[in-house]
């Protein structure tokens, strides 16, 4: 297996623009992660899937920020508008079903908005 | 919140081990000790776990105090490609990473 997929791998964009991130997880895990990395907050979690379902996204810092699962492959975490305060590194990872299983994480997507 | 204590940086010489402490001291009786690891640039990366015994794999081994309010990570024989950050983590059993607390983990920086 090739690992956890993010793509792109830096994003550049201009205040007030959408931003898109994708993520494939390994297949076979049901869990889903969405992070977001700074180096004022550390690593933070913003949301996770269980089966496609969002199961706690108390950690998406505002409305602008959505995320998405639309099967279990694919992912996205969506940006609109973003702002230069969300430039961050943001991390996916996925593990398989509950139990005392590690989490295996993507490359990150480094998102900068000027 | 953070549930674990950690020291911002350490070093070590190539070749001998690497000890980084840890400390949990409020952890509960289901919770479990992670530790996971950060190279520069690159996602974290899961190293080993353990409940209250002792635990070895290829990579490291984890010492838990008898009261768990401590455990301490050990690479036996560190290399270059060793320095990163180390994150310990507490998470209850069974459950999912969740709200899990990554901290500010120990910069472990390997010397030739």
């Known amino acids: 297996d090739a690992g956890v997929i993010q793509s792109p791998r830096h994003e550049v964009t201009e205040m007030g623009q959408e931003v898109t991130l994708r993520c494939k997880p390994i297949?076979?895990?049901?869990?889903l992660f969405w992070y977001r990395q700074t180096m004022m907050r550390g690593l933070e979690l913003l949301i996770y899937?269980?089966?496609?379902?969002?199961?706690?996204d108390s950690g998406m810092p505002e409305d602008r920020f959505s995320a998405k699962m639309p099967n279990a492959s694919f992912s996205t975490l969506k940006i609109q508008p973003s702002e230069p305060r969300d430039s961050a590194v943001y991390f996916c990872?996925?593990?398989?079903?509950?139990?005392?299983?590690?989490?295996?994480f993507g490359q990150g997507t480094r998102l900068t908005v000027v | 919140d953070a549930k674990t204590t950690q020291p911002p940086s350490m070093d070590c010489a190539e070749g001998r081990a690497a000890n980084l402490p840890c400390n949990h001291s409020t952890i509960s009786g289901n919770e479990y000790v992670y530790w996971y690891r950060q190279i520069h640039s690159q996602g974290p990366q899961y190293i080993i776990h353990g409940l209250k015994n002792n635990e070895t794999n290829e990579m490291a081994s984890l010492i838990i105090t008898e009261d768990r309010k401590s455990s301490t990570l050990i690479l036996p024989h560190a290399t270059l490609r060793d320095t990163a950050v180390y994150y310990c983590i507490v998470k209850i059993g069974g459950s999912t990473l969740g709200r899990l607390y990554f901290g500010r983990g120990t910069q472990l920086t390997v010397w030739p």
């Open positions: 990872a996925s593990s398989l079903a509950p139990g005392n299983t590690e989490a295996f």
């Open positions: 899937f269980n089966n496609n379902v969002p199961i706690d």
């Open positions: 297949s076979g895990h049901d869990y």
